[in-house]
């Protein structure tokens, strides 16, 4: 609804102008078109900026979603990975510790440098058994010596 003194106004320049000479008309019109055409552009611009705003408000919107499930993607498929570094790890950890396990026997089963023979332990031709050390048939055990 428009306002009282809004429609007064009209009135009194409607009766104005038709009582008015015509070059005053004619700039009275010009004036009148200067302006409707600024606000007409003043509105247009207007629309624009808030079509632009509710466009940019969407878009926005739509990027901090994408953003959020890219964000989870990345999360999910970071912790796959971890997970997965993780087994390998431990797999790592279990074949060390077999292997310090089997080092550690091997260490039990060595011999100590004194336990190694060197050459004072081999034998010469006089530590050699002869013929004369063979037992003979008369020293061998019978049927008659065992009790």
Not at 56 to 83: G, P, R
Request: no cysteine; glycine share 4%; aromatic share 2%.
């Amino acid at each position: 609804m428009e306002n009282p003194v809004k429609k007064t106004a009209k009135k009194i320049t409607k009766k104005a102008m038709e009582n008015a000479p015509d070059s005053l008309k004619e700039k009275a019109e010009e004036k009148l078109k200067e302006k409707a055409g600024g606000e007409k552009i003043q509105e247009k611009a207007q629309d624009k900026a808030e079509k632009a705003s509710e466009k940019l408000a969407e878009t926005v919107e739509q990027n901090a979603t994408k953003a959020h499930e890219t964000a989870a993607d990345a999360k999910d498929k970071v912790q796959d990975i971890l997970l997965s570094v993780r087994d390998k790890l431990s797999m790592v950890k279990e074949a060390g510790e077999s292997f310090q396990e089997s080092i550690s026997e091997d260490e039990s089963k060595l011999k100590s440098y004194r336990e190694v023979k060197g050459i004072s332990n081999v034998k010469n031709a006089s530590n050699l058994k002869g013929a004369s050390d063979i037992k003979s048939s008369t020293k061998e055990k019978s049927l008659m010596d065992i009790n």
